[in-house]
């Protein structure tokens, strides 16, 4: 695992830390996916019959802070509107867009415990970690050092 629940006053974030930006966006949908099940579906996940879908979002070039909200948003959309919870993906940046491949199972057989509404631009951040730069840990969430990629993310409940 390479993301952390992060302490907020109201709502709930996320602290996601890779080696790439694309390995970035996977961990930090798996990470939304994560804080919404319930322990009893994380551990039924596995039992699932899975399906194998590409899932694409529009993104400016040079904009990984915008790409990643529609990434989520995406994610989101597809879980809550589609019935397609992914559980598993592998994305890859172009000019305009993001594009990935996606394991997904019926949403519908999932056990969730949160409700998440909305990805928020509130403390979003991502960004490139430099070679020997240290990004110090929060409550709950240890301190990472680069090189590598980090993303912070709340979400509204």
């Excluded at 999932?110 to 490139?128: F, G, S």
């Amino acid at each position: 695992m390479s993301w952390w629940v992060m302490p907020t006053t109201a709502d709930i974030g996320f602290r996601a830390f890779a080696s790439s930006p694309g390995g970035l966006l996977r961990e930090a949908a798996l990470a939304l996916q994560g804080i919404q099940m319930s322990e009893r579906g994380a551990a039924l996940l596995d039992g699932h019959i899975r399906h194998v879908g590409e899932w694409a979002v529009s993104a400016p070039t040079g904009d990984l802070e915008r790409g990643l909200v529609r990434w989520l948003e995406e994610v989101l959309y597809h879980g809550s509107a589609e019935d397609r919870w992914l559980v598993e993906c592998d994305l890859v940046i172009e000019d305009d867009c993001l594009r990935a491949q996606v394991l997904w199972v019926d949403a519908r057989d999932v056990e969730l415990e949160v409700e998440v509404k909305a990805i928020t631009l509130h403390d979003l951040e991502v960004r490139e970690v430099g070679d020997g730069e240290t990004v110090e840990g929060v409550e709950g969430v240890p301190t990472f050092e680069g090189p590598g990629w980090m993303a912070q993310v709340v979400l509204d409940i």
